[in-house]
């Protein structure tokens, strides 16, 4: 029995995200503009045929395939959103599912710090060498989910809503993890953004 953990379509990947996802990504690259869908199932050995229905239904590229003993998650990107979501139709049929039955987003933190210290910036710069640096004196906003995945569409709307850096941007195991920082304005109009997001999952 295949479980579908996360089904989440972003109709446009905003720069800094596709770009950090770039850094990760050991398929085809993702740029700003794509459409693109994250896909997770438990166990995790089941994303391999998952991905192969979903190849084979459209145009769209793998970005990305992470398989842990527990989940497997899948990234499809392509220009044109209806390849993107003909494969997604595709994966959902052979699931004998929907995207409505998945389970749900559970926010388990969602906070913003203001104006962060230098040595606290410092760690959390040494941790995270994929995104960009946050700088003493900015706010951040740092969020959770389970599953993971939900972390990603949270994060790009949160980059529509604001002038925001992206720090972080976890969204493979158990849990997602978002780091942004920025003037505290943005960063509070940014986390007001990807918890209204959530909430219309």
């Not at 869908?37 to 166990?43: N, T």
């Not at 994303?47 to 003993?69: F, M, P, T, Y």
């Not at 910036?121 to 969020?143: E, K, Y």
Request: proline residues 4%.
């Amino acid at each position: 029995m295949v479980e579908l953990r996360t089904y989440v379509f972003l109709d446009s990947l905003q720069p800094q995200l596709a770009s950090y996802m770039g850094t990760v990504s050991m398929g085809f690259l993702p740029i700003p503009g794509d459409s693109c869908l994250w896909i997770e199932v438990a166990p995790g050995m089941a994303v391999h045929r998952i991905s192969d229905v979903a190849l084979k239904a459209s145009n769209a590229r793998l970005g990305q395939q992470v398989v842990e003993r527990a989940y497997g998650s899948m990234v499809l990107h392509h220009r044109d959103q209806s390849d993107v979501l003909e494969s997604g139709a595709h994966v959902l049929r052979y699931l004998k599912t929907e995207d409505a039955v998945r389970p749900p987003c559970l926010v388990k933190w969602n906070e913003v710090i203001c104006r962060i210290t230098a040595d606290h910036a410092t760690l959390i710069n040494r941790d995270n060498r994929r995104g960009s640096m946050v700088l003493p004196g900015q706010s951040i906003f740092i969020m959770e989910t389970e599953p993971a995945g939900y972390i990603i569409y949270a994060a790009n709307e949160a980059e529509k809503a604001a002038n925001i850096t992206l720090v972080e941007a976890k969204a493979v195991g158990a849990y997602g993890r978002l780091i942004m920082s920025g003037r505290e304005a943005d960063i509070l109009e940014a986390s007001q953004a990807a918890a209204a997001a959530l909430q219309r999952l």
